[in-house]
């Protein structure tokens, strides 16, 4: 499939995107791509390209499935929004008011000389501020390896916290679990588990029906492989994980979608809250999730590791980052790319996203490798944007 020219009336450039996309996975860099751009009212450009299985030869399609694991966390931030849209929750307010397990936060402060770990009450409460921002001090193991070391001791000693903070609530920007206590938070408030949370609230009335923590038979026969990169640059299909009914749901990961769906989301989004006569948050509300919400706090590159799940992360070299709630924002323009301001995240298996606010314009492309942060899916994720916002420049 390729792209849809006309919605951009610039053919030549749309046809540009086109092949520098199958480009990608003729020459084999990548299995498959789903790519696509929409406006508040439609969709843009859509295109399709290579494959769902290398060893199965199952072409790509626009409805293909994805996991696209972290991607969940904006479900998820609009769903606490909602919530604090309605007073339920209240961002600035304890979070332990809410979820007890958050009430009595321990820092790491060190290991002493024998390597037992130095821990402390948090001075402050942690907020639903700090966990909408990484500001909390939850940190994920990919990226910390001081996260690493701790839990190879807490392993052993039940009397240590499963997960510490690592540092003073709302002192420093982490990447990390925040988002699974918000999802908990969520459902204590909601009354409800997260996967009924969002059918009820944001996927069903957006009509999202491919957006699950579980697939149905139809939605997994329509399922992206997973292709693991080895040292030498070559992709291994992996085989589908096995059906799985979860009792318990992630907000922090764990979902599957479809670029379509995923797209009607970040529609909304730029939008100012709602899309085709459905709302899902206030105007004022989507423009807290798209302002700077951590100061002067960096957010900075994630090293890794493990090399196998993730190369280190540095979208933006050079470029200022902060973050609203849900979303990274670019301070700077990225040459070539989305205007200042613009919002994104994306998930373990090279699934993006962006919405540039400036130019009103959301996008997505989705692919199933791992390691995260790919360099030649970065290179197709990158020439794909460049290419809408050439097409959508001047002629």
């Not at 290579?50 to 060893?55: Q, Y």
């Not at 096995?242 to 989301?265: C, M, N, Q, R």
Request: proline share 7%; charged share 20%.
């Amino acid at each position: 499939m390729t792209g849809i020219a006309a919605s951009l009336n610039k053919p030549a450039r749309v046809e540009k995107i086109d092949r520098a996309l199958r480009a990608r996975v003729s020459a084999r860099e990548i299995p498959g791509i789903v790519a696509m751009a929409a406006n508040e009212q439609s969709v843009i450009y859509e295109g399709a390209f290579g494959f769902r299985d290398l060893a199965a030869a199952s072409r790509m399609s626009t409805d293909t499935v994805f996991r696209v694991a972290s991607m969940v966390k904006l479900l998820t931030s609009v769903a606490a929004l909602q919530l604090v849209e309605r007073g339920n929750l209240k961002l600035d307010e304890p979070a332990g008011n809410i979820d007890p397990a958050l009430a009595s936060a321990q820092v790491l402060t060190g290991f002493d000389a024998n390597g037992v770990p130095q821990l402390r009450p948090a001075q402050k409460p942690i907020t639903l501020r700090n966990l909408l921002t990484h500001t909390s001090g939850l940190s994920y193991p990919l990226w910390d390896p001081t996260v690493v070391r701790y839990l190879k001791v807490a392993g052993s000693n039940s009397a240590l916290p499963r997960m510490p903070l690592m540092f003073e609530p709302g002192s420093r920007w982490a990447y990390g679990g925040s988002l699974d206590r918000v999802g908990r938070m969520v459902e204590i408030t909601g009354g409800q588990s997260l996967d009924r949370y969002f059918n009820d609230h944001i996927t069903g009335p957006l009509g999202m029906n491919d957006t699950s923590f579980s697939l149905t038979a139809k939605q997994r026969a329509r399922q992206a492989n997973l292709h693991v990169r080895d040292a030498n640059g070559k992709l291994l299909p992996q085989p589908l994980e096995k059906p799985d009914v979860p009792k318990v749901f992630s907000g922090g990961g764990g979902i599957y979608s479809t670029a379509p769906d995923y797209l009607t989301l970040l529609q909304a989004l730029l939008n100012g809250g709602s899309l085709r006569e459905t709302s899902i948050l206030r105007p004022e509300t989507v423009a807290l999730m798209s302002a700077n919400q951590i100061g002067n706090l960096e957010v900075g590159i994630l090293k890794t590791t493990n090399p196998a799940l993730s190369n280190d992360v540095n979208f933006f070299p050079g470029v200022r980052l902060q973050w609203g709630f849900g979303h990274m924002i670019n301070v700077d323009p990225v040459p070539g790319g989305r205007k200042a301001g613009s919002l994104t995240w994306a998930g373990l298996f090279n699934t993006y996203y962006w919405i540039d606010p400036t130019m009103r314009i959301a996008g997505v492309i989705m692919m199933q490798i791992l390691p995260f942060a790919d360099r030649q899916a970065l290179r197709a994720y990158r020439q794909f944007e460049r290419g809408i916002c050439r097409a959508l420049g001047p002629a």
